[in-house]
């Protein structure tokens, strides 16, 4: 790959933990080794989330022992636009590629993993070279 983005943010999911009401919250399986594939490409990863649970998910991201993969975190209730607009103010918003936020994103309908991530690298390399 010869264009990586600035900034990945992940909108944090569903992780096998039982919250105190019983639900399950699962984490995807190649989850550490996506963010780690990101790592030693020396692309930046953040968190974004309009969660009420502010620190019930940063907990969540210390107890998977994730939190180390994140160098910056939009946790907070309200807009992913906020979020994205907050990333962009401090100049790590990918650049223009097919919204006025500059902002490839990636749709993932049944669990992140290194194939997921290969497509949305491919996805985001041809956006910026305009194809």
């Given amino acids: 790959m010869t264009r990586?983005?600035?900034l990945?943010?992940?909108d944090?999911?569903?992780g096998t933990v039982?919250?105190?009401?019983?639900?399950?919250?699962q984490l995807y399986p190649e989850?550490?080794?996506?963010l780690?594939?990101?790592?030693?490409?020396g692309v930046p990863v953040a968190?974004?989330?309009?969660t009420g649970e502010v620190q019930g998910a940063n907990q969540l991201l210390e107890l998977f022992d994730l939190g180390k993969h994140f160098t910056h975190r939009e946790i907070y209730p309200g807009s992913k636009a906020t979020h994205f607009e907050r990333y962009a103010d401090r100049q790590l918003a990918w650049e223009r590629v097919d919204d006025q936020r500059g902002v490839t994103c990636i749709h993932i309908q049944?669990?992140?993993?290194?194939?997921?991530?290969?497509q949305g690298l491919e996805t985001f390399e041809k956006a910026q070279a305009g194809l």
């Fill in 4 to 6: 990586l983005p600035k």
């Fill in 8 to 10: 990945v943010v992940f």
């Fill in 12 to 14: 944090l999911g569903d």
């Fill in 18 to 25: 039982r919250d105190r009401r019983g639900q399950n919250i």
């Fill in 31 to 34: 989850v550490p080794e996506v």
């Fill in 36 to 41: 780690g594939r990101l790592r030693s490409l």
């Fill in 47 to 50: 968190a974004a989330s309009r």
């Fill in 110 to 118: 049944n669990g992140m993993n290194l194939q997921v991530l290969t």
